[in-house]
């Protein structure tokens, strides 16, 4: 499988931030299946997934 670059939108609380930003993740290039990647590596660094906006192949 092909690495994808998914571009999401997060939050983290107290003081509030958001960040527009992308990751790589591998696996089927779709938002579902890059959206459960994404939040639980955003999760680990303190991060809520708000949304994965698109995925593209790298």
């Known amino acids: ?3 994808c670059t ?3 939108k997060a939050k ?6 958001l ?4 990751i790589i993740v591998s696996g ?3 938002i579902a299946a ?5 939040k639980a ?3 680990a660094k303190g ?4 949304k994965v906006l698109s995925v593209s192949e790298s």
């Open 47 to 50: 991060w809520t997934l708000l």
């Open 34 to 38: 890059a959206e459960a990647k994404v």
């Open 1 to 3: 499988m092909a690495d």
């Open 41 to 43: 590596e955003l999760a």
């Open 12 to 17: 983290q609380d107290n003081p509030l931030r």
């Open 6 to 8: 998914a571009v999401y």
């Open 28 to 30: 089927p290039c779709t």
């Open 19 to 22: 960040e527009q930003s992308s």
